[in-house]
């Protein structure tokens, strides 16, 4: 394969803008990937290999003629398959879906496709985007690619991202997160997600789960790749991403402040226990790395455990994913997942008191902890508590997302980075929960940690 197989999104963009690389020969490398390793893999719902090559082949011509839009110009990126584009199949992940012609092009597509980025297709996801563990009944599930002998957890709902971002196939993805949906995958996967701030990043042309806590964020193999994604994504003028890119400043200035004199709260006794060990082993190493970089580790005994906010998230998840969604399941005759089904008509269960009631007790429960947080900068957890579980193993009735919910539930952003490998060779992640629209600080501290962690290994050369 190409030595730029994995080559960062904002090495890429440096060398498209200095003359130095050919956004053809990145997406071709992408395509040769995609060949190659789907088959086996499946993280894509559908390529779009011609108009892949079209746009990359149009994209060389207008960089080297002197009109290069900005950063992301050149960029290949898949989008997970909730994601309109207009005229384009969404299906959802779902087999009912699979004539679903898309009506309008979702506004952070259109702002990736806007900045000169180059879609290579869609990725596969959990149905309607109701499950942590990435499995797909009808659909196909994506195999984790860090074990290709035995069929692993991806972590979902967000799978086909993770793999495709995680093996080289493409240069970074979009997820949607509504319990950890770009975390789980980036932790199982061994990559970097970043849960966006509810409400930072519009929805609209997104399947909805909940609305109340559906984020779109980037997945990506660095941290600063994350930073120059989500910033197309946000929406920011092209020459102001380009300028600070150069300078240091906005978040990218955040990139190298490192964490000396911050304070970050770690798991108590009783949230260690539901830990793996050898994930529980690579955590602690992680933190020891951020201590010895300056930051100050402290344990933090917050107002809630997080089983518990993993519970009370449940219910509006549950409430409104069946809203949504809850038609399609009523019907006995609908080839629906049989995995999906029972959690969507969870939410016949709930009244309208205890939707209500729990949307009161979202900002209660916010108003106590974000008060327990002050003087932290952020918070520190596995991304996920065990390594990625054989597809044999998994209980459909239960979630990953034991410490990935808190986020969604406090309004919180979140970052997960790779902090290293089991003795299968399986990926753990990091998760640094901070502040709702402080997402400088979670890349800071995601950055700081990698930069001191080293390169990370990939799973398939």
């Not at 990359?56 to 960029?75: D, L, M, N």
């Not at 918070?379 to 986020?407: I, K, M, N, Y």
């Not at 539930?409 to 753990?428: D, E, F, Q």
Request: hydrophobic letters at 40%; one cysteine or more; proline letters at 5%.
């Amino acid at each position: 394969m190409s030595d730029s197989t994995y080559l960062s999104v904002t090495d890429l963009a440096r060398g498209i803008g200095n003359g130095s690389m050919n956004p053809v020969d990145a997406v071709e490398t992408c395509l040769e990937r995609i060949r190659s390793l789907d088959g086996q893999l499946g993280a894509f719902q559908v390529v779009y290999e011609d108009e892949a090559m079209a746009g990359a082949e149009g994209a060389a011509r207008a960089c080297t003629s002197g009109h290069r839009i900005g950063p992301f110009h050149g960029v290949p990126f898949a989008l997970k398959d909730i994601v309109d584009v207009e005229g384009r199949i969404t299906t959802g992940g779902s087999k009912t879906m699979l004539e679903r012609v898309s009506p309008a092009t979702a506004t952070i597509a259109s702002r990736l496709l806007a900045a000169g980025g180059v879609l290579l297709g869609k990725t596969k996801t959990v149905e309607v985007a109701m499950g942590g563990w990435g499995t797909n009944t009808h659909m196909g599930t994506p195999h984790n690619p860090w074990d290709l002998d035995t069929a692993r957890t991806p972590g979902g709902s967000s799978s086909g991202s993770g793999v495709s971002v995680a093996t080289g196939m493409a240069g970074c993805a979009v997820g949607t997160d509504t319990g950890g949906s770009v975390r789980l995958p980036a932790g199982w996967c061994g990559i970097v997600g970043l849960k966006t701030t509810e409400g930072l990043l519009p929805t609209d042309g997104i399947m909805p789960l909940s609305h109340t806590l559906d984020t779109p964020g980037p997945m990506t193999r660095s941290v600063a790749d994350a930073v120059l994604m989500f910033e197309v994504m946000l929406g920011r003028h092209p020459l102001d991403t380009e300028r600070d890119m150069s300078t240091g400043d906005g978040l990218f200035g955040a990139l190298s402040q490192g964490v000396s004199g911050l304070r970050l709260g770690v798991l108590n006794g009783t949230e260690r226990v539901v830990v793996d060990n050898e994930i529980l082993s690579l955590y602690d190493a992680a933190c020891e790395e951020l201590k010895s970089l300056g930051a100050e580790l402290v344990t933090f005994n917050g107002p809630m455990a997080f089983a518990d906010m993993t519970a009370a998230t449940a219910t509006i998840i549950g409430s409104e994913g069946y809203f949504h969604h809850g038609a399609l399941y009523e019907s006995e005759d609908l080839p629906v997942d049989p995995d999906v089904r029972p959690r969507i008509l969870l939410g016949q269960s709930k009244s309208a008191r205890d939707y209500i009631g729990a949307l009161a007790q979202r900002r209660q429960d916010q108003a106590g902890y974000l008060e327990s947080l002050r003087g932290f900068a952020a918070l520190l957890t596995p991304t996920v508590a065990t390594p990625a579980v054989a597809l044999d193993e998994v209980d459909q009735s239960s979630t990953p997302a034991h410490f990935t919910r808190a986020g969604n539930y406090l309004g919180l952003c979140g970052l997960s980075v790779p902090m290293g490998l089991t003795s299968a060779n399986l990926p753990g992640g990091l998760q640094i929960l901070a502040r709702g629209f402080d997402e400088s600080m979670a890349v800071r501290i995601g950055a700081a940690y990698e930069a001191r962690r080293g390169a990370f290994p990939h799973p398939i050369p």
